[in-house]
């Protein structure tokens, strides 16, 4: 397969990647580990006259833990994700959904800006990131500036971002209580059917707080406060976990595909939010 | 057609230039250009494996690179790994478990394997299938290729011991 021709950079600081992005306007793109972008350019579905590789920009990089907050590079791959022992520890939900993402190889290409910038449905960071209510820095030429995840998917591809913006880093509080992230798919390396993340917390017996999004389920990741709404409060029984799947169903819009029609989607949709709820409560 | 441009790589050690579009796949650069043949193109589409190669302590599907990404680094192909004088320890191990059947996948998951028991030299047999997970195999079932991986595991493991 022989993609379109293209012209490449490899820029060594933002700024030169900026100017590129202003100079070619939308015949440009950054690509960080282009493992979503180099098979669509290969079926020629997308065609990127000038192509901008990030992986020598500086600053792109980087995972600090601290007591409240965690930041993540743009650039940092699957792969480093998974194997940072203070992520895993102070977030193990990240480390969990990683593991379901793709195989081994693309996990060593694979990045998490890659995966929330490029706005496929399909991907499973952004409904995490919106489960963990993080917040995405773009910079561009006016400047630098941040956009929640919850308000950052507008449709399929389709983000908040600007064509000459470039997403730097995700930022989330650190996370407290248990975790899950449910993903049913046909194969390993596959989308998801559909995939489900849950943060919730415990006090006494009791449901605290919830957080619950979805992943491909819609054209954009749900982030469905309906259904965490459903948990908190509750002693999360059979009762409150099929009212928070019914609030899940009632927000999710999923499309007939290869992955099989809307009926079916929607019984995995709600197997897999039960199973996550369980699970995370099982951890809080 | 954008023009041609100069890249050097090491391939299997040994340092390479080379002139190209920077939209060559890197699986075509090492086939078609450097005559390095042991990676195969099997589904073309980042699944099967066949391509894998190492670059810079990573597995990658060498179809899903553009050489202009790989442009300064360091790439291992099967053809690093052993000679049929000198087999590495899991082509020796592949042999003798009946690891493969018609070869294609092999020298993907040769690749591939190598970079896991560098990872982790004691894997469990879950460990080695989700390992493995980039990798597919028509013919064997995979049971033969876990069976060589762990073989290999134990005999490469030996050999470090020896030598200490």
């Known amino acids: 397969m022989i993609p379109a021709s293209f ?13 590129l992005l202003e100079e070619h306007g939308d015949d440009a793109r950054v690509m960080a580990g282009g493992h979503s972008l180099i098979p669509m350019m290969k079926l020629r579905m997308a065609d990127i006259p000038h192509l901008i590789d990030l992986q020598d920009v500086a600053g792109l990089g980087g995972i600090e833990v601290t007591d409240d907050t965690i930041r993540i590079g743009a650039m940092i791959t699957q792969a480093e994700l998974i194997d940072h022992a203070g992520l895993a520890q102070a977030a193990p939900i990240l480390r969990e959904a990683a593991l379901q993402i793709a195989d081994p190889q693309v996990r060593y290409m ?4 890659g995966n929330v910038a490029n706005g496929d449905p399909g991907n499973d960071m952004p409904g995490l990131m919106q489960c963990l209510d993080a917040t995405f820095s773009l910079i561009g030429s006016e400047g630098e500036r941040d956009v929640a995840a919850r308000d950052f998917y507008e449709a399929a591809y389709m983000t908040a971002r600007e064509d000459e913006e470039v997403l730097t880093a995700v930022t989330f509080p650190r996370p407290n209580g248990g975790h899950a992230y449910e993903k049913q798919k046909r194969k390993i390396g596959d989308y998801a059917t559909a995939a489900a993340a849950v943060q919730i917390t415990k006090e006494g017996g009791t449901c605290a707080s919830a957080a619950i999004a979805m992943t491909n389920l819609s054209d954009t990741p749900i982030f469905s406060e309906a259904a965490s709404g ?3 409060g509750t002693s999360v029984d059979a009762a409150a976990v099929k009212s928070a799947v019914a609030a899940m169903l009632d927000d999710i819009d999923p499309a007939e595909d290869n992955r099989g029609p809307i009926a079916f989607k929607t019984h995995v949709a709600g197997i897999i939010l039960t199973r996550a709820i369980e699970r995370a409560w099982s951890r809080a | 057609m954008s023009k041609k441009q100069h890249y050097k790589l090491t391939v299997n050690g040994t ?6 579009e920077p939209r060559e796949l890197l699986i075509y650069t090492l086939r078609e250009r450097l005559n390095i043949t042991g990676p195969h193109i099997g589904c073309e589409t980042s699944h099967c494996g066949a391509c894998t190669v190492t670059i810079d302590g990573k597995s990658v599907k060498a179809c899903t690179m553009f050489v202009a990404q ?3 680094k360091d790439v291992t192909t099967i053809e690093g790994l052993g000679s049929p ?6 082509q020796e191990a592949f042999r003798e478990h009946h690891g493969l059947q018609c070869g294609y996948c092999t020298p993907g998951m040769i690749t591939r394997a190598a970079k896991l028991l560098e990872e982790n030299p004691n894997p469990t047999e879950e460990e080695i299938r989700f390992g493995m997970a980039g990798n597919l195999c028509r013919c064997t079932g995979y049971q033969n290729i876990v069976k060589s991986i762990q073989a290999a595991a134990v005999e490469m493991n030996a050999a470090k011991e020896a030598a200490q």
């Open chain 2, 15 to 20: 340092e390479t230039k080379l002139l190209a």
């Open chain 1, 110 to 113: 694979g990045t998490v800006g």
């Open chain 2, 70 to 72: 790989a442009d300064g």
């Open chain 2, 85 to 90: 004088d000198a087999l590495h320890p899991l």
């Open chain 1, 230 to 232: 459903a948990l908190v």
């Open chain 1, 7 to 19: 012209e490449y950079y490899r820029p060594k600081d933002m700024g030169a990647v900026i100017a």
